[in-house]
């Protein structure tokens, strides 16, 4: 440890085995952080303020698209989408006002909860699902990439 430079181990693993032993080799080696899952890492390193800061969206609505995450119904032309719990999240932060691009940073930090840190992977895979589903309903919206900066919803016809 050059410079008093203190490593940082971080061991995310369902077994409990695995951690104790992870614990056991490195515990004069520096700071280690155990989880069972990425969720509990998650949970960790970008706690939910209590103080609004990253409130959950209400209800929105944009022509005949109904969405109301806490309510966990997503609705087009008064039919029921089966939508994911992340997936309705998404949806609603894209249909918020006001309507326009959403930053891959400002979708990751709302509907994800934690910093952005420059890997789209997850983000694309969620939009890739969510465009599917809405493919699948006629005349629904459309969720568009704007190269390079984000997503935007653009209403159904």
């Known amino acids: 440890m050059a410079n008093g430079e203190v490593p940082l181990v971080v061991c995310v693993s369902t077994d409990v085995a695995v951690r104790e032993r992870v614990v056991r080799r490195l515990d004069d ?7 069972s899952d990425l969720s509990e890492l998650r949970a960790m390193l970008f706690p939910t303020a209590g103080d609004g800061t990253n409130p959950d969206p209400g209800p929105v609505s944009l022509g005949e698209l109904s969405v109301d995450p806490g309510g966990h119904l997503v609705t087009w032309r008064g039919e ?11 949806l609603a932060r894209l249909a918020s006002a006001p309507l326009g691009v959403w930053t891959y940073e400002r979708l990751f930090g709302s509907v994800w909860g934690g910093a952005y840190l420059g890997d789209t992977a997850i983000l694309h895979s969620a939009v890739k699902r969510l465009r599917r589903k809405l493919r699948a309903v006629e005349g629904g919206p459309q969720v568009q990439t704007v190269r390079g900066v984000g997503y935007r919803l653009a209403p159904g016809r």
Not at 29 to 35: A, E, K, M, P, R
Not at 82 to 89: D, H, I, P
């Open 29 to 35: 080696f520096g700071t280690v952080v155990i989880c």
């Open 80 to 90: 029921p989408l089966a939508l994911t719990r992340l997936e309705r999240e998404l």
